[in-house]
């Protein structure tokens, strides 16, 4: 007699099939989002700079970045960009200990420069565009309120890439908006949607990240760098001191002028 119930080698299969559909759908969403990243709502702009140029960002800022990360930034006589959800201050999440309000206030201080991640740290494509930017208003007033002479001139998009109508709204408040890639920008790039080099994707081959560097200079390109932590015990999404002052003398070293991100935005926006 046949059995009605499926065999174990059968609900193999089946469960074989559907993880195989679901990596497939979120390859295809991972496809399609990049690409409305990447097309959709351009504000184009001439990346040709006389000088290579560099900057360094951290997202989320855990303290590190700043008390090791910007001292190590500062013993070469260069400055960074901390992208800061004000929402986050005081707190600790994945990417370890959030910034305090002394620690902006020395920020500012010492020359580095401040950035938006929006309030709530906002998934940038899960949240919806109106609520997106009701939390970089947010962010911004929360700013004015503990600095009144401090702004935050540019953006860096949580999480993941964002929405097409969340680049059409945050292009009214910010010269620049960054997001990742692991390349650099040259030639015509997109202000709403600027390319970045994640540190940590190639912590356990940095010669893909001086390779990088070099292909700047030779293309005469804008490379941002970005991190999160920066300590010996580094989460996942952060670098050790070591491998993070070994690419700012690697960098310092190359020739390009290595300034904060909405500096080497001024620097280009001058030219024309």
């Not at 951290?58 to 013993?75: E, M």
């Not at 860096?156 to 997001?179: D, L, M, N, W």
């Not at 790039?189 to 070099?214: G, H, M, T, V, W």
């Not at 020739?255 to 620097?267: D, E, S």
Request: hydrophobic content about 35%; proline content about 6%.
């Amino acid at each position: 007699m046949q059995s009605i119930y499926p065999s174990v080698e059968s609900k193999h299969e089946d469960s074989k099939s559907a993880a195989v559909s679901s990596l497939l759908v979120a390859r295809m969403q991972g496809v399609y989002r990049r690409a409305v990243a990447q097309y959709c709502f351009r504000r184009p702009f001439v990346v040709k700079p006389d000088a290579p140029l560099i900057s360094f960002s951290f997202d989320d800022f855990p303290r590190s970045a700043l008390t090791v990360g910007g001292s190590i930034l500062k013993s070469h006589g260069v400055s960074g960009t901390y992208y800061a959800a004000l929402g986050l201050l005081g707190r600790t999440i994945e990417t370890g200990q959030m910034f305090d309000a002394d620690d902006l206030y020395q920020l500012v201080d010492q020359g580095h420069e401040l950035g938006c991640h929006t309030f709530g740290h906002c998934h940038a494509w899960n949240t919806p565009p109106l609520a997106f930017e009701q939390s970089v208003l947010e962010n911004q007033r929360t700013l004015h309120e503990l600095i009144p002479s401090a702004s935050m001139p540019t953006l860096s998009y949580p999480i993941s890439v964002p929405r097409a109508g969340t680049k059409e709204k945050v292009s009214q408040y910010f010269a620049c908006s960054r997001g990742g890639g692991q390349k650099f920008n040259a030639g015509v790039a997109d202000l709403n949607y600027l390319s970045a080099f994640f540190i940590e994707q190639c912590r356990e081959c940095p010669e893909k990240i001086y390779r990088i560097i070099e292909q700047t200079c030779q293309s005469r390109g804008w490379l941002i760098f970005a991190t999160h932590d920066i300590g010996n015990n580094h989460t996942p999404w952060g670098c050790s001191p070591e491998l993070f002052e070994q690419i700012v003398r690697f960098s310092v070293s190359s020739g390009a002028r290595i300034l904060p991100v909405f500096q080497a935005y001024q620097a280009l926006a001058s030219k024309f």
